[in-house]
């Protein structure tokens, strides 16, 4: 049982528009940044977003990070067939002292 | 550019112990914390522990807590996990993880994995 709560699937068109969600508590989320990760299969894990919603450079602006009190949204847009993968949300949890993660969401671009 | 490099991982039987490291090129290492995240076979991403940059300050995941001690040696930009009493569910491939500047949590690099299995 993961801290973090996400969907544990999402799924749209090419060229749509999805979000994920990420629900957390005032420990966590609600207290500290919000991150997301992108893990295609085989692969590490690549930071997205940080910060809520800051890019690091090199990731498309068709991504995108957003914060509301204890719950955080990743949405990408114009969705691509290599945006197939597993998404994750993570947090520093002050009152555990302790990084969390949610349990990750497979995005299937149908 | 960032590289991270885990070594150290293996097949080791319950109750014994591996000492993974992660050797870092490309940015300052003494100036960033450092994390070690895990990910058992076919599951999610678990935070396993993290280190500040001049190693005074250390935080670990309660599943780990006890048995795993991470630490760093900033004059050879290495960063370790000291796994002891190792459990089957410790069974993961181990990444180290560089997290953004000013932060303590999790990786804005990431190295390739190393797995380690516990099993008899």
């Known amino acids: 049982q993961s801290v973090l709560t996400q969907p544990p699937s999402v799924s749209a068109a090419p060229g749509q528009k999805v979000t994920i969600s990420c629900s957390g508590s005032s420990s966590n989320t609600g207290a500290n940044y919000v991150s997301w990760y992108q893990q295609l299969p085989g692969t590490a894990p690549k930071l997205l977003i940080y910060d809520n919603n800051k890019r690091p450079s090199g990731i498309p602006d068709r991504f995108s990070g957003s914060k509301s009190g204890t719950a955080a949204t990743l949405g990408i847009t114009g969705l691509q067939t290599g945006d197939e993968a597993d998404y994750y949300c993570g947090s520093w949890d002050s009152s555990l002292s302790a990084g969390v993660f949610g349990g990750g969401t497979k995005l299937t671009v149908l | ?120």
């Open chain 2, 1 to 120: 550019e960032v590289q991270l490099l885990e070594s150290g991982g293996g097949l080791v039987q319950p109750g014994g112990s591996l000492r993974l490291s992660c050797s870092a090129s490309g940015f300052i290492f003494s100036d960033y914390a450092m994390n070690w995240v895990r990910q058992a076979p076919g599951k999610g991403l678990e935070w396993v522990s993290v280190i500040t940059d001049s190693g005074g300050t250390t935080h670990y995941a309660d599943s780990v807590k006890g048995r795993f001690t991470i630490s760093r040696d900033n004059s050879k930009n290495t960063l370790f996990l000291q796994m002891n009493s190792l459990r089957a569910e410790d069974t993961a491939v181990y990444y180290c993880a560089k997290p953004p500047a000013d932060r303590l949590f999790v990786g804005d690099s990431w190295g390739q994995g190393t797995l380690v299995t516990v099993s008899s």
